[in-house]
Each structure stands twice: as C-alpha cells, then as structure tokens.
Antibody, heavy 120, light 112 residues
C-alpha cells in the first residue's frame, strides 16, 4: 500500500523558513517523480514544485521560485521542501503527491494527508 | 499559460446525473490530457479520471470523463449520484515542463 506522510509544518513568522518532509513507502520511490501541491483554506489547489525520480529537473511555480527548494533522498525514500522568505501568501496545507511517471507532469496518483503551514 | 475554469457549484438529487465542465482558456483542450480529482471534506484529493477518460483501479464506473473539442472543454459525469459523492472536484492538465500541473478552479457538488 502506497503511503505518503508529510511532516514539518507549523507556525512561522513572516520572513522565516521551514522545511517540510514527506516519507514514502509502498512503492519504488526512485522510479517516480514527486510533487508538492498546496491548498489555502477554502480555496483551490496550487502546484508548488516537482522533481523527477532521479532528483533532477526540479521545477517551481513562479510564486515560489527563488524561495523554495525541492529535493529528495532516494536512499531514505524522503521528499523535502525547503521554504524560505515566507509570507502570509504561503499559508496553506501542503500536500506531497506521487506522480504516475518517472519524469513528472503526468498525473498525481497518490497524495499525503497534508501538513499545515501558517505564516503569521 | 492557460486557465481551467469550472462552475463554482452544482447540485442534484440522489440517483440523478451531474456533469461538471472544465474549460481551457487558450490552446486546444486536446493538446494535453485532462485529469480529474475528488476531494472530500477533510481529506486529500484522490484521482478519478486520467488521460481524459480512464479510471484508476477502484473508481466506480459511475464516474466518466470526456473532452469536447468544439467547446474546448473537458467534462466529468457522475451518474447514479450518491450522498458520498458530495465533494469538491478539480480538473487538471499539463501546460509545459515549467508548469506541469494546472488545476481548475474546483466545483463543489452537493447531493440534495
């Protein structure tokens, strides 16, 4: 059974930093691209960042480019999102999601439960 | 980049059929596959349809997807509505390598 478990969310002051992690199990982690998607309270879904199965080709939404860094540790089946220069607009629930392909941009077939980030 | 526009909400009675549209603002809808996700309250999204019309394993055949080139839109149809179908539904498509996931604005389905 595929499982994705996010951690690291919490309350942070504007301008601060936070590192989110996502532990994965139930599939060969290095064979699939991974993404972070966020959702503000009562609002829709916003793609944040993706990374290929090998860890190459990270991509970012314009809204977080230059402030967020996605990375993965295939030896420990873990995905990370380092967030810095946080603003109130970054307040959201952050979901870790598995792509159905190795290179990404296909569809997100499994999602974690999400971790809330509040910038205040 | 394009936008995907969905109706804000739809409602229908149990047992009936509801169709949710997802209109692409620019570029042909057929250029890139459309996916659909269901999000029940308090839960993460789960995939319902991929590649315009295919259902992942375990998704009931009450859910179906299609695209309409003439209206440049995709549609999700839910037949035999059940109260458990009350949820938010999002369409999603691929834009380019720098913006791989474009999500629709979301539609809230209420089963009266």
């Amino acid at each position: 059974e595929v499982q994705l478990l996010e951690s690291g969310g919490g309350l942070v002051q504007p301008g601060g930093s936070l590192r989110l992690s996502c532990g994965a199990s139930g599939f060969t982690f290095s064979h699939y691209a991974m993404s972070w998607v966020r959702q503000t309270a009562g609002k829709g879904l916003e793609w944040v960042s993706s990374i290929s199965g090998s860890g190459g080709s990270p991509t970012y939404a314009d809204s977080v480019k230059g402030r967020f860094t996605i990375s993965r540790d295939n030896s420990n089946n873990t995905l990370h999102l380092q967030m810095s220069s946080l603003t109130a607009d970054d307040t959201a629930v952050y979901y870790c999601a598995k792509d159905a392909s190795e290179y990404g941009g296909y569809y997100l077939d499994y999602w974690g439960q999400g971790t809330p980030v509040t910038v205040s | 980049n394009f936008m995907l526009t969905q109706p804000h909400s739809v409602s229908e009675s149990p047992g009936k059929t509801v169709t949710i549209s997802c209109t692409r603002s620019s570029g042909p809808i057929a250029n890139n596959y459309v996916q659909w996700y269901q999000q029940r309250p308090g839960s993460p999204p789960t995939p319902l349809i991929y590649e315009d019309k295919y259902r992942p394993a375990g998704v009931p055949d009450r859910f179906s997807g299609s695209i309409d080139r003439s209206s440049n839109s995709a549609s999700l149809t839910i037949s035999g509505l059940k109260t458990e179908d009350e949820a938010d539904y999002y369409c999603q498509s691929y834009a380019d390598s720098d913006n791989p996931f474009v999500f629709g604005s979301g539609t809230k389905v209420t089963v009266l």
